[in-house]
């Protein structure tokens, strides 16, 4: 594998499921981010993840939960979702030491339906 | 709060006709203008970094440039490979993780 993967691609769940998202980066990086990507908005971060810092949206609800168990792995925890949280959900990476500013790597992304 | 306005919305150009893409920005201090590309299906390929006014970068058919306020995605001659949707993204002076993004503006080109 290379680059920023995610699974699964595509995902229907109802209302009261629950579900997780995965991400893997096998690019060496120090940093993971957590997108949502609406149709007709603009990319909005979720939640960042580096050795420095833990980022929130403070927007986001409380029924998405990150977890970052090391540098390569990032998941998104999904329960009791609304219709409106149907999107494509996008991972990326990116080198991050202290104030330097380093593109951000995005994977596939999975696309999310909730019924 | 950040701003990142792009337009237009949607560019339909026939192959070989040059155009420019527009990003408008308001944030507290640039700290960095990102481009990038996105193709139906896919998460964001990386294009360009701009740091400063007066700063330009090119890439095979593409050319980025900055202003104070602004940046321009100038495609000349492009084909129809280059149709995408092209995202601008800003980082303001004391985040060097947290991207601001545009809409987007989604090209077309014809053969």
């Known amino acids: 594998e290379t680059g920023v993967t995610q699974t699964p691609r595509h995902l229907v769940m109802g209302m009261t499921n629950k579900k997780s998202l995965k991400c893997e980066q096998h690019l060496g990086h120090n940093a993971m981010y957590w997108y949502k990507q609406s149709a007709k908005k603009p990319l909005e971060l979720m939640f960042v993840?580096?050795?420095?810092?833990?980022?929130e949206n403070n927007s986001v609800p409380s029924r998405f939960s990150p977890e970052c168990p090391n540098s390569s792995h990032l998941f998104l925890h999904l329960h009791t979702l609304q219709p409106e949280d149907s999107a494509l959900y996008l991972c990326?990476?990116?080198?991050?030491?202290?104030?330097?500013?380093?593109?951000?790597?995005f994977g596939p992304g999975t696309r999310l339906t909730v019924l | 709060e950040d701003q990142v306005t792009q337009s237009p919305e949607a560019l339909r150009l026939q192959e070989g006709e040059s155009s420019s893409l527009n990003c408008s920005y308001t944030v507290s201090g640039l700290r960095g203008l990102f481009w990038y590309r996105q193709d139906p299906g896919k998460g964001p390929e990386f294009l360009f970094t701009l740091y400063s006014a007066g700063e330009e970068k090119e890439k095979e058919r593409l050319k980025a440039t900055l202003t104070k306020k602004e940046s321009f995605l100038h495609i000349t001659a492009p084909k129809p490979e280059d149709s995408a949707t092209y995202l601008c993204?800003?980082?303001?002076?004391?985040?060097?993780?947290?991207?601001?993004f545009g809409s987007g503006t989604q090209l077309t080109v014809l053969p």
């Open positions: 993840y580096s050795l420095e810092e833990r980022v």
């Open positions: 993204a800003v980082c303001r002076s004391g985040s060097a993780r947290q991207l601001t």
């Open positions: 990326a990476s990116s080198q991050a030491f202290g104030s330097d500013l380093n593109e951000q790597f």
